[in-house]
C-alpha cells in the first residue's frame, strides 16, 4: 500500500499517524505562470495507492487549484503502474449542485464525476455529501460514503445526561433525513427520548427566509443539524428563533465547517452556545476568540485511517460505520 498526502500535513497526517505509517513522499513544483507539478518519489506500480485530499478554498489555495492537482496526481500515478487507486476527499467540492433547478442549470457533481473517473480513479471515499443518492449515482466507479454522525453522538453523551431534554433540528427541509438519522443514533447511544424539530426555509436569489419552527423547544437543549456550514446564515438564523421561543440552549453541528464570507461576525450572535465540525476543513478564518469560547472540533482522522486500512485488508465499512 502506498499513502500520499496533498494537505500539506493537515488532515492527511491525522491519518498517517492512526495508520502508525509515514506518508509516502512526492515532489510539488509551482510555476510562474500557475501551473505546478506533482511525482510520486517512490514506485507505485502493482501498488494499491491512497491520495488524501480535502477539497475546500483556503488562504493558499483555491477549490479548482487543489481539486486539479487532485486529478493531475492521480492520473500521474496510474501511468506509473498503480494498480487500484483510492482518493480519499473528506470534503467533496461541488456536491451540492447535484440538480438542475432552474432552466440551463450545470449539474456540477456529475461533471466532476467526470473528471474523476477521466483520469482513472477506482474509488472515491469521502464524509457527509449533501446528498448521499446523487453522489451515488453520480460516479460510475466505486464509491464510499463514510459518515460522522457517531462522533457527534459520542460527543453530546459525553455532556449531556439521559434526563436532560434535548431536541434535534433540521435547519431546513432538505436536511429533514439527516437530522432525523442524527437523532435515532443518539436517542440510542443516551438511552433516551429525544425530540425533533425543523425550521421553514426559502432562498430566492441568495436571500433567505422563512420564520416557522415545527416542534417543541422551549426549555430544550437544541442541536442544529447539517452537513455544512459555509456563511453560518442558516444556522443562526434557526438559533435565534429557537432562542425566542424559549430553548435552553442551542449547538450548531456540522460535519464541514468552511466558515466564509462574515461567518465568523455573524456566529458572534450570543443565541449558538457552541459550535461543532470536524477537521474535514481548517478553520483558520475563525477569529481566537470564538475558537477558544465556541469551536468543538472532532477529529475525524482515526474514522479515516480505519477506513483506508479495512479497504486495504478487504474488512467491512459497514460494521465500522454501524449501519443497518
Do not use: W
Not at 55 to 79: P, R, S
Amino acid at each position: 500500500m502506498r499513502l500520499f498526502s496533498l494537505d500539506s500535513g493537515h488532515l492527511g497526517e491525522k491519518i498517517t499517524d492512526s495508520l502508525s505509517i509515514i506518508p509516502d513522499v512526492l515532489e510539488e513544483r509551482n510555476f510562474e505562470d500557475g501551473e505546478h507539478k506533482l511525482r510520486p518519489l517512490v514506485s507505485v506500480r502493482d501498488e494499491d495507492v491512497y491520495v488524501v485530499h480535502s477539497l475546500y478554498g483556503d488562504a493558499t489555495q483555491t477549490v479548482n487549484d487543489k481539486l486539479c492537482k487532485l486529478l493531475f496526481f492521480i492520473a500521474t500515478v496510474k501511468d506509473c503502474g498503480a494498480k487500484n487507486v483510492t482518493a480519499v476527499v473528506p470534503y467533496l467540492c461541488y456536491t451540492r449542485k447535484d440538480r438542475r433547478t432552474k432552466a440551463r442549470d450545470p449539474v456540477t457533481m456529475r461533471y466532476v464525476a467526470m473528471l474523476f473517473e477521466a483520469v482513472g480513479v477506482d474509488r472515491v471515499v469521502t464524509v457527509d455529501v449533501h446528498n448521499l443518492q446523487a453522489y451515488q449515482n453520480a460516479f460510475r466507479c466505486k464509491t464510499e460514503h463514510i459518515e460522522a454522525r457517531h462522533l457527534f453522538a459520542d460527543y453530546f453523551k459525553s455532556i449531556f445526561t439521559p434526563n436532560d431534554r434535548i431536541v434535534v433540528m433540521s435547519p431546513d427541509f432538505g436536511g429533514l433525513k439527516r437530522a432525523e438519522q442524527f437523532r435515532e443514533r443518539l436517542s440510542g447511544v443516551m438511552q433516551a427520548d429525544i425530540d425533533f424539530a425543523f425550521m421553514e426555509k426559502k432562498r430566492s436569489k441568495g436571500v433567505v427566509s422563512g420564520e416557522s419552527v415545527v416542534g417543541d423547544v422551549k426549555g430544550k437543549s437544541v442541536i442544529i443539524m447539517d452537513d455544512l456550514i459555509s456563511t453560518g446564515t442558516t444556522m443562526v438564523r434557526a438559533a435565534v428563533a429557537c432562542d425566542r421561543l424559549g430553548a435552553q440552549a442551542v449547538y450548531a453541528v456540522a460535519t464541514h465547517g468552511a466558515f466564509v464570507g462574515k461567518a465568523d461576525e455573524i456566529f458572534q450572535e450570543k443565541a449558538v452556545k457552541k459550535i461543532i465540525v470536524t477537521n474535514s476543513m481548517c478553520h483558520d478564518r475563525l477569529s481566537e476568540t470564538l475558537n477558544r469560547q465556541k469551536l468543538v472540533i472532532l477529529d475525524i482522522g482515526p474514522m479515516l485511517a480505519e477506513v483506508v486500512r479495512r479497504l486495504n485488508s478487504g474488512g467491512s465499512l459497514v460494521s465500522l460505520m454501524d449501519i443497518d
